[in-house]
């Protein structure tokens, strides 16, 4: 049985892939075969030569001019959105000539660099396979290629064609014949890898949403994903860097069970002490879940709306059924992204929670609560209405907070208004369920 492990593209995110990589190493996790597109190809070169510090110093001191003359750094690169052309069009003017001269930026530097990181004779002595993949240009023919396919003393040019994003990189020419970037076939090459003959694979994707979405679902595969976005592709500044090798580190924890959470990261031990809570949020959610479908029929204005605070709670699941514990974790989640807490941070809940309740403060700060203890229900959703127009949803979850408190707010009767207000429920309950 083969154990592969696929890594995706996406420039300076690959930074991503060495905390995975990471991970890997304190757990033990043996590979037989490696690929990978673009960065990818770098990062798998480098793990199929198992050399973890070389990468590591790599990503230490990554520059713009490691890539390109004349190197500016840009927010996202030019791949993602030509806006930063028009944004910064003075300090670009200089380069503009250059870049259609050669049909790209000038990345002449990327070959010494590849040159200094990739030791062909260590990729193919390794006992770990390796895999890339790049297409032909104007044809456009994907070249899925493993190692034995590569001819020797190729190795890095065919791994500098699996990099060659046209138009911020010029193509890259071997032989006769022009390459550009494998993402333009297959950003993250799953395929190949079983073609390989990987049995089992861990993918490393670098990006918010799966890039193969079938591969997500398979049992054989593990997907190992952010759910923040890593910045621009194109984006050297240093502290970015480290903060994706420390999420790509978390979140392979995460995937492993080492870490709990879906968009925030929770020490295993906080989260099972809190059995007590947790049973109490459900409790919530059903009794509110209850309300909403008595008597076998929606209280809403549109059928399928009842799902809308449910949905919250479900996503990030990935399509897997959630326990008790998701969903009182989903809830911490959701209250924490209304007040602003650090999604980059590992958490105590317990303490998670306790600054979340300090954050609420007392009942005079809200006024609005009064909304939900009247009948006036078209007053209401006007009033709501402008707040929601005000981005006021630390404002609103006190208000709501503080009239459930006080134990004024029939919530048969404002089950109505209660639904424009799904993520602002959702974090009262999580609230109340701490107390």
Request: include cysteine; proline fraction near 4%.
């Amino acid at each position: 049985m083969k154990q592969a492990i696929v890594l995706s593209g996406g420039g300076t995110k690959g930074a991503y892939e060495l905390g995975v990589w990471r991970l890997l190493n304190e757990l033990r996790i043996s590979y037989d075969i490696v690929t990978g597109t673009s960065i990818g190809s770098i990062n798998g070169a480098l793990m199929a030569m198992e050399d973890y510090e070389r990468c590591e110093q790599m990503w230490e001191n990554l520059t713009m001019e490691d890539m390109m003359v004349d190197g500016i750094t840009l927010a996202n690169s030019v791949t993602d959105t030509m806006e930063d052309f028009y944004n910064q069009k003075q300090a670009l003017r200089p380069y503009l000539k250059k870049y259609l001269k050669n049909k790209g930026l000038d990345n002449s530097p990327f070959t010494d660099f590849i040159e200094k990181q990739i030791d062909e004779e260590r990729v193919r002595a390794s006992s770990i396979d390796f895999g890339l993949v790049t297409v032909q240009f104007p044809s456009l023919t994907p070249f899925l290629l493993s190692k034995d396919k590569i001819p020797v003393g190729l190795l890095k040019d065919y791994i500098i064609a699996s990099s060659s994003v046209f138009p911020a990189f010029p193509m890259h020419k071997i032989g006769e014949e022009t390459f550009v970037d494998g993402c333009y076939y297959d950003n993250l090459p799953i395929d190949l890898a079983v073609n390989m003959g990987a049995h089992d694979i861990i993918a490393v994707d670098l990006h918010t949403t799966p890039q193969h979405p079938n591969h997500f679902r398979r049992p054989y595969v593990k997907t190992i994903m952010p759910t923040q976005d890593l910045g621009g592709v194109l984006d050297f500044d240093k502290q970015r860097i480290q903060k994706n090798i420390r999420l790509g580190y978390m979140d392979a924890q995460k995937a492993y069970g080492k870490l709990k959470g879906f968009t925030y990261y929770f020490t295993p031990e906080s989260v099972d002490a809190m059995e007590k809570e947790v049973r109490k949020f459900c409790y919530g959610v059903a009794t509110g879940e209850a309300l909403m479908m008595q008597n076998g029929k929606s209280k809403l204005e549109k059928a399928g709306d009842v799902y809308r605070m449910f949905h919250l709670f479900e996503q990030y699941a990935n399509n897997r059924t959630l326990t008790k514990e998701d969903y009182f974790i989903r809830g911490a989640e959701i209250c924490g992204d209304i007040f602003g807490m650090d999604q980059s941070k590992l958490y105590d809940l317990r303490e998670f929670a306790k600054e979340l309740h300090d954050k609420i403060g007392p009942e005079d700060k809200y006024p609005d609560r009064l909304l939900f203890e009247t009948d006036n229900q078209r007053n209401e959703i006007k009033r709501l209405s402008e707040l929601k127009m005000e981005d006021s949803s630390v404002y609103l979850t006190g208000c709501l907070y503080h009239a459930m408190k006080s134990e004024t707010l029939d919530l048969e009767k404002q089950m109505n208004i209660l639904v424009y207000l799904p993520h602002e429920v959702a974090a009262v309950l999580f609230l109340q369920s701490i107390e």
